[in-house]
């Protein structure tokens, strides 16, 4: 085990508490799972890197690291699907009544004990749909299934760059994300609704939307430029 693996092991490991401590309702828990993920985020450049500059790429490495990517993706969507309240039943939903919904994230909701939390944006309340996970998931799957076709062919498929503009808006996005479970349980525990507050809100919002929107785009396109590139392999499969 040199750094790089180490280091990717360590987001193997981190996963987990990033997936369940939004879920506990505290700040500090949830400021914890942003600390995580954000670690988790950059670490994953750096791991790369060692590996590459201290050509310490090894046959563990190539298989921890897409194990890690695929964790962190599941552990960060789970959160962000059901925190936003698009996973909530509408059935089991009531309104909170707080100075600061009223003030600044309007029908914040709550439902089975947790307290969901939309972006903000001028445009209203924005979560998370069922889809958009779906999409990003099952891209994830067929592109590893793809690649690993790709390989028996003596193909290479390495990453483009609308995929590494999809990743970086998608790391962006969860951040924001997460952040926002943080500082919005703040702002609920001490009835925040200043104008501050409410700019703060609508600029992570907007942030996080555009990101989200961004890395499902670049979700499709990449993967219409991989098939453009190399579908021929599944035709050779076939």
């Given at each position: 085990?040199?750094?790089?693996?180490?280091?990717?092991a360590g987001r193997i490991v981190a996963a987990p508490f990033i997936a369940w401590l939004p879920f506990s309702g505290s700040s500090?828990?949830?400021?914890?799972?942003?600390?995580?993920?954000?670690?988790?985020?950059?670490?994953?450049?750096?791991?790369?890197?060692?590996?590459?500059?201290?050509?310490?790429?090894?046959?563990?490495?190539?298989?921890?690291?897409?194990l890690a990517d695929k964790l962190l993706i599941v552990a960060t969507l789970i959160p962000m699907f059901v925190l936003t309240g698009?996973?909530?039943?509408?059935?089991?939903?009531?309104?909170?009544?707080?100075?600061?919904?009223?003030?600044?994230?309007?029908?914040?909701?709550?439902?089975?004990?947790?307290?969901?939390?939309?972006?903000?944006?001028?445009?209203?309340?924005?979560?998370?749909?069922?889809?958009?996970p779906v999409v990003i998931l099952g891209r994830e799957v067929y592109m590893s299934v793809f690649r690993q076709i790709a390989k028996?062919?003596?193909?290479?498929?390495?990453?483009?760059?609308?995929?590494?503009?999809?990743?970086?808006?998608?790391?962006?996005?969860?951040?924001?994300?997460?952040?926002?479970?943080?500082?919005?349980?703040?702002?609920?525990?001490?009835?925040?609704?200043?104008?501050?507050?409410?700019?703060?809100?609508?600029?992570?919002?907007?942030?996080?939307?555009?990101?989200?929107?961004?890395?499902?785009?670049?979700?499709?396109?990449?993967?219409?430029?991989?098939?453009?590139?190399?579908?021929?392999?599944?035709?050779?499969?076939?």
């Amino acid at each position: 085990m040199n750094l790089p693996n180490w280091l990717t092991a360590g987001r193997i490991v981190a996963a987990p508490f990033i997936a369940w401590l939004p879920f506990s309702g505290s700040s500090t828990a949830r400021f914890v799972a942003w600390s995580l993920f954000a670690l988790a985020a950059i670490t994953d450049y750096v791991d790369g890197y060692l590996a590459r500059s201290r050509a310490q790429i090894t046959d563990l490495g190539r298989l921890l690291d897409p194990l890690a990517d695929k964790l962190l993706i599941v552990a960060t969507l789970i959160p962000m699907f059901v925190l936003t309240g698009s996973g909530t039943s509408a059935s089991l939903v009531s309104p909170l009544t707080t100075p600061m919904v009223a003030g600044t994230l309007g029908p914040v909701m709550k439902a089975t004990g947790l307290a969901a939390f939309p972006f903000v944006t001028p445009f209203g309340l924005i979560g998370l749909p069922w889809w958009i996970p779906v999409v990003i998931l099952g891209r994830e799957v067929y592109m590893s299934v793809f690649r690993q076709i790709a390989k028996s062919r003596g193909v290479v498929i390495s990453a483009i760059g609308p995929a590494k503009w999809k990743t970086a808006m998608q790391l962006v996005w969860v951040g924001s994300a997460f952040f926002w479970f943080f500082a919005a349980t703040v702002a609920m525990n001490r009835h925040w609704s200043g104008a501050g507050w409410r700019w703060f809100a609508n600029f992570n919002g907007i942030v996080g939307v555009l990101m989200m929107v961004g890395a499902t785009a670049l979700t499709f396109y990449s993967l219409a430029l991989y098939m453009t590139r190399y579908g021929r392999l599944l035709r050779t499969a076939a």
